[in-house]
């Protein structure tokens, strides 16, 4: 299964949203649920009382464009990523993720390492442990 990525926009600042789905998914629910997961379980910070921020290797935050909210303005979006606006009606949410990036190592003057890499693989390898979250969430109904 291959892992993809899917920008909002084109970032032009230190903020990027997105989503992540798995390659040919067309069920807006289950990539709800990857990205639901991976914020809450994975990539999310809640305190506790033996692990500190700096325990973790990469953090996000999230946020939920609910129809309620935004009305179907994320269909263009979802379209793109090759669901369909009757996809958007009938589950009339989408979970977003939201990285800020605070290095100033991005850029070649300062380092030769690649973070966006870095952090994809990271993810991969957290969504690969068992039990096996990605077989697990295609099969659900």
């Not at 989408?94 to 990271?122: A, C, H, Q, W």
């Amino acid at each position: 299964m291959k892992l993809k990525v899917y920008p909002l926009s084109k970032p032009d600042i230190n903020i990027v949203n997105y989503v992540l789905n798995i390659e040919g998914n067309r069920d807006l629910e289950k990539m709800n649920r990857l990205n639901e997961f991976v914020a809450d379980k994975i990539l999310g910070y809640l305190p506790d009382e033996r692990k500190t921020m700096l325990d973790k290797k990469f953090i996000v935050s999230s946020t939920d464009f609910c129809r309620d909210e935004y009305g179907d303005s994320p269909v263009m979006f979802l379209e793109g990523l090759g669901f369909s606006k009757e996809e958007w009606l009938r589950v009339k949410k989408v979970k977003v993720l939201r990285s800020v990036i605070m290095s100033p190592y991005l850029t070649p003057d300062y380092v030769d390492e690649n973070y966006v890499g870095l952090f994809l693989d990271y993810l991969q390898e957290e969504l690969s442990r068992p039990p096996g979250f990605l077989p697990a969430l295609l099969t659900l109904p």
